[in-house]
């Protein structure tokens, strides 16, 4: 009989990624004007603000062409773990290399009551390219096994508990996401997955977008990446419901 191996993640908090894994950026705190004014005027979706030279994980692509430019002023380390439930978190400033987590309370207490056992998740790709899905989808394969913890994606959003949302919200999936939302019961938790659902992303301001739907409800959680990565995701999710927290 043939062995093959060991063939999933056991510790999805600690398991190693490669070293040039894009993940969590550090800033040096003598980073210059001049190279902030530099770098901020390269970056192709102004995730580096002009003045105090901060990257928005939420907008950046991870393109890292910053880093190649001034690459003793900023570098991205391999950390993976960078959703979070405040927008605010994913503002990375000079000179922090502190570790992006969850603020605990801003986590909905009927979420952990409710969920912690078993997540059923529903997700809609409102504009998306296909990346965030597929390793939304590869977050449950063999390797990943995010099922381990009760977390798997159904196909209706009567069976759900929350939707993630993949894409930049087109004015096209407007109503479709709105109608797929309210036909999940209550509570139910939103999540999204990538730069183009917490930003817009390269497509932000497009008049093909709609992002009111973003705008106007309360989200649980934002996993950021051009995709996202199967542990950044797992990870997040596994934050909010409270699962080996640390
Ligand atoms: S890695 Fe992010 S911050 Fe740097 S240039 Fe690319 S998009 Fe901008």
Do not use: W
């Amino acid at each position: 009989m043939t062995s093959h191996g060991r063939q999933f993640i056991k510790d999805l908090r600690t398991q190693s990624v490669s070293a040039l894994f894009r993940g969590r950026p550090v800033i040096s705190e003598n980073i210059s004007a001049e190279e902030i004014k530099a770098v901020s005027t390269l970056c192709p979706v102004k995730a580096i603000d002009s003045k105090s030279g901060s990257i928005d994980l939420g907008r950046c692509v991870f393109c890292i062409e910053c880093s190649f430019m001034r690459p003793e002023s900023i570098r991205f380390t391999n950390d993976f773990r960078i959703a979070t439930n405040s927008r605010e978190a994913l503002i990375v400033n000079p000179g922090n290399e502190n570790t992006i987590r969850l603020d605990e309370a801003k986590v909905r207490r009927e979420i952990r009551k409710l969920f912690k056992g078993a997540l059923k998740l529903r997700q809609v790709s409102a504009g998306g390219d296909n990346s965030c899905e597929m390793e939304l989808a590869a977050s449950g394969n063999v390797n990943f096994d995010f099922g381990r913890y009760g977390i798997e994606f159904v196909a209706s959003p009567r069976h759900a508990d929350g939707i993630v949302i993949t894409g930049p919200v087109t004015e096209n999936m407007e109503k479709a996401l709105n109608i797929c939302y309210n036909a999940i019961p209550t509570p139910r938790i939103i999540i999204l997955a990538g730069t183009d659902a917490i930003s817009g992303g390269i497509f932000e301001g497009s008049p093909a977008l709609n992002r009111k739907f973003i705008e106007e409800n309360h989200i649980d959680l934002y996993v950021p990446g051009n995709p996202v990565h199967p542990l950044t995701f797992i990870n997040g999710v596994m934050d909010l419901l409270g699962i080996n927290c640390n």
